[in-house]
Structure formats: structure tokens, C-alpha cells
């Protein structure tokens, strides 16, 4: 079983839709992050969390939301969809430690028409 | 804030051949890391090799090689004996060890070995 797991891995839906994509891990990490992949401007950070409640922006934070009621559980939200959200959704974690490198999901394609 | 550039949009090279990718960031920060992470066509972010700022040792895995240069700010990888497998998109990344430590990603380099 994989260690970081997003569903779903694919998802088509329509403007002003709200989605949740959803992470879960195996690992123990209290850090959690929300990236989104674009073609030609690699991945930009949306949320990360720290703990339990802990949310904070990054840098493309606006029409989105998380929620991090578990250690595990890091989930992502777009209230009212518009198409400039299709993106590809990477969920990554990373323990504490400095060493410690960012251990990523296999992503979810979003498409939003 | 920091910034990661990457100069190859694409490469390609025969199988068996050694390419290097460029990778230039910048920061005032002192403690680092840097990494690059390959994402095949499967879409995976695959952690190639990491380097800390403060060790001077160029890091290395196997084929996978790093050239660092600090005051430069600069971090090359060298894949030696390239395989059809490193076929894959190439990202360099920088990661402060203070706030967010999250990664800052460059626009990446599209690798192609050809047989």
C-alpha cells in the first residue's frame, strides 16, 4: 500500500461544483502540504498544516480550503469551481526531522468545464 | 523570497550517455536543502537526491550526481550511464529548514533518453 494516498486519482466535474480531494497517510508526519502542477510552472504551494487544526496559506491560497481533523487526514477543498483550477493536486508529507525529504501522493487530475 | 530557475525546457540524449541539468536558485538563507525530483510520465514525484547547504561534499546515488556550488547557488545533476527509465520530467527544488519548509519548485527540464 502506498504511503501517501489521494483520491480520487482522476476527477471531471463543472464550473461552481465544490470538490474535495482527499490525503491520507501511512507515515506518522505531522507536516502535511497541498501542492497544484501546472504545465510549464511546476508545483505552487496551496495550504500546509503543521498539526492537528494547524492550517496555513501558501502561495495560491485564494478558492481554496482545507480541513485537518486527523493526523492522517490532510483533505482539500474548491467551494465553487471555475475552469482555471484544472491542475494537476499533489498531497505531500514530511516528518520533522531536518533531513527529512517531502514523500508525495500520486495525484489527482482535476478538470473542471 | 526564493526562487528555483531551470534553463532546459527540454533535453534529449542517446542511452549509455552522461547529460547534466541545470539548476540555479536564490535565497539570503544560510541552512538548506536542495533537492531534484523526477516525475516519469506515471506522474510520480520521485525523489532523485538531496543536498544540505552546509555540507560541501557533493552528494551522489548511484548513477545520479550532484555538482553544488554555493556562493554560485547553483545545483547541477548528472545522470552518468543514462537508461531509457530516466526518461521523465526533472525538478529542482529548494526547501528552507525555517517557516513553512515547504518546497519552492523550478519550471522543470523534460528528459528524454533515446535508444
Request: proline letters at 4%; hydrophobic letters at 30%; a positive charge.
Amino acid at each position: 500500500d502506498a504511503d501517501v494516498t489521494q483520491t480520487p486519482r482522476n476527477r471531471i466535474t463543472k464550473t461552481g461544483k465544490r470538490i474535495m480531494l482527499e490525503c491520507s497517510q501511512t507515515k506518522g508526519h505531522d507536516r502535511m502540504y497541498w501542492y497544484r502542477q501546472d504545465p510549464g510552472l511546476g508545483l505552487r504551494l496551496i495550504y500546509y498544516s503543521f498539526d492537528v487544526k494547524d492550517i496555513n496559506k501558501g502561495e495560491i491560497s485564494d478558492g481554496y480550503s482545507v480541513s485537518r481533523q486527523a493526523q492522517a487526514k490532510f483533505s482539500l477543498s474548491l467551494e465553487s469551481a471555475i475552469p482555471n483550477q484544472t491542475a494537476l493536486y499533489f498531497c505531500a508529507t514530511r516528518g520533522a526531522g531536518k533531513n527529512q525529504p517531502q514523500h508525495f501522493g500520486d495525484g489527482t487530475r482535476l478538470s473542471i468545464l | 523570497a526564493q526562487t528555483v530557475t531551470q534553463s532546459q525546457p527540454e533535453m534529449s540524449v542517446q542511452e549509455a550517455e552522461t547529460v547534466t541539468l541545470s539548476c540555479t536558485y536564490d535565497t539570503s538563507e544560510n541552512n538548506y536543502y536542495l533537492f531534484w525530483y523526477k516525475q516519469p510520465p506515471s506522474r510520480q514525484m520521485i525523489l532523485v537526491i538531496r543536498q544540505e547547504a552546509y555540507k560541501q561534499q557533493n552528494a551522489t546515488e548511484n548513477r545520479f550526481s550532484v555538482n553544488f556550488q554555493k556562493a554560485a547557488k547553483s545545483f547541477s545533476l548528472k545522470i552518468s550511464d543514462s537508461q531509457l527509465g530516466d526518461t521523465a520530467m526533472y525538478f529542482c527544488a529548494f526547501m528552507n529548514l525555517q517557516g513553512a519548509q515547504k518546497l519552492v519548485f523550478g519550471q522543470g527540464t523534460r528528459l528524454t533518453i533515446n535508444p
